[in-house]
């Protein structure tokens, strides 16, 4: 079973980083946030390697705020249409068991790209039947 536990975060196409970002953060207030992902050289080859399982390009751009103790990521990258898209826009959900949401997932026969090891965090995303694209998201468990 999927037991969402909260609204992580929201993903907006952006066209212009700079200028979006001034809205949320100059016009709503909102705090500019590290987008750790791109950061180091692991999240650099995560994003080359998600690209490469998605088959759609990665990112050129991008910023994160904090609202609350969600975010909103705005992420610049080519649109695509009827796939999923990890660096497109798309809504994360935090999950309780990552490991049972897949599962259930795998049983319902649902098409999803899931994201490499090595990252603090286990991802996956995958298409409603409207086809938006959605993210589970649980921390990486420490042993």
Partial sequence: MVRVKKIDHVALHVEDVEATGAFYTEVLGLA???????????????VADLSSRAGTPGPTGGMW????????HMIQAERTEGRINPFGPHLALEVEDFDEAKDDLDQRGLTYV??????????????????????????????
Avoid: C, H, K, M
Wanted: proline share 13%; aromatic share 6%.
């Fill in 65 to 72: 705020v904090q609202v609350g103790q969600s975010q909103i």
């Fill in 32 to 46: 500019r946030v590290p987008r750790p992902v791109g950061s180091n050289p692991n999240g650099v080859a995560a």
């Fill in 114 to 143: 899931e994201a490499a090891d090595g990252l603090p965090f286990r991802q996956l995303w995958l298409l409603d039947p409207s086809g938006n694209t959605v993210e589970i998201w649980a921390p990486r468990q420490r042993p």
